[in-house]
């Protein structure tokens, strides 16, 4: 799974919480990943390219605002992988 | 094998919050949500502002872990008014609000409100499908909170500085407040109020008419 840094889904509650759905069920010995990923953008004003850190999410450069926040509020699953 | 899914968990959210968008459009409803800390002041300024509003057709959806107080104190200055009790989750999601603007009369209202829960975290991930999202922040919870929640001001529409009678008895710094609220977001539309004094309310509510009315024309 991917969980977008912006996303307020911790990594610790999501395993917790998928380790405990699996219990008894034919996924019991799945293994389970979750990256979080860093929310970025390019600069609207100097193309600088940024990562989006709260509580501003504005360009360290020149202060310009991040145009939006969406990208890193993503969770999904990505991939899985089995026989 | 390896299957790639990229499949969003709040999507099923989102798909909800689309639908309840158009049926909002097809019927000509403002929806507002409103977020804020549990007393933040929303149930007081939902009195205020359908007493300000009574020449509309108003209605409302109280959400509350469990009670109906809330839904009681407003029913007298509202058409319609539908209480949720969510029985511990912290949040409204997209897909309830689409059953009951399915099963409820909300769509002949012109202003549908939601009391979101007392919560600035998780309500602020939970599109319902409004047209316009505001938070509340109350002076006596201090300046600083946008700082310390800023998701919950950086997806609104709107903030809300309530209970402004109590300025002269809190360290609340509206010039701060302003520029970091700038900073977060620039199109954050900001209003004072106090239901105390009736301070900032005619603003808020001519700003609520002229909203309903671009939507009506469009
Ligand atoms: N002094 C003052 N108190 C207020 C104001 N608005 C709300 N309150 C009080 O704040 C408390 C919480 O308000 P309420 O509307 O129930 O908050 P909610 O939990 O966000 O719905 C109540 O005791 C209200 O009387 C205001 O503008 N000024
Ligand atoms: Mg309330
Ligand atoms: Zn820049």
Redesign the pocket.
């Known amino acids: 799974m991917i969980a977008g840094e912006l996303s307020s889904a911790s990594n610790r509650a999501l395993m917790f919480a998928l380790g405990n759905l699996v219990k008894g069920t034919v996924l019991s010995e799945a293994n389970f990943e979750v990256s979080v990923r860093e929310a970025r953008e390019k600069c609207r004003a100097c193309s600088r390219e940024f990562r989006l850190a709260p509580p501003f999410f504005c360009c360290p450069a020149c202060g310009k605002p991040a145009s939006s926040i969406e990208e890193g509020r993503k969770v999904y699953i990505d991939y899985y992988e089995g026989e | 094998m390896r299957v790639y899914l990229a499949k969003e968990l709040l999507e099923a959210n989102q798909n909800n919050a689309g639908e309840n968008r158009s049926l909002l459009r097809a019927s000509g409803v403002l929806m507002v949500n409103l977020i ?1 800390s ?8 939902l009195e205020h502002t359908l007493k300000k509003l009574s020449g509309y057709r108003t209605a409302v959806i109280e959400g509350d872990l469990y009670t109906d107080e ?1 839904a009681r104190r407003l029913s007298s200055w509202c058409n319609q008014i539908v209480q949720i009790n969510t029985e511990g989750s912290c949040h409204l999601e997209a897909g309830y609000i689409g059953h009951l603007l399915a099963q409820e009369n909300l769509l002949s209202a012109e202003l549908l409100f939601i ?1 979101n829960i ?1 919560n600035l975290v998780c309500p602020a991930e939970f599109d319902l499908g409004e047209d316009i999202r505001v938070v ?1 922040l ?1 002076v006596t919870e201090g300046n600083d909170k946008p700082r310390k929640y800023p998701l919950a001001f950086k997806v609104a529409d709107a903030a809300v500085v ?5 300025l002269p008895y809190c360290d609340f710094n509206l010039n701060q407040l302003n520029e970091d609220l700038r900073k977060i977001n620039e199109n954050l539309a900001l209003f004072t ?4 004094t009736g301070e900032g309310l005619g603003d808020w509510c001519k700003w609520l008419e002229k909203l309903l009315q671009r939507k009506r024309s469009a």
């Open positions: 804020g549990p007393g933040s002041g929303k149930t007081a300024l809330d009391e007392g509340l109350s309530t209970k402004t009678d109590l109020v106090s239901t105390k």
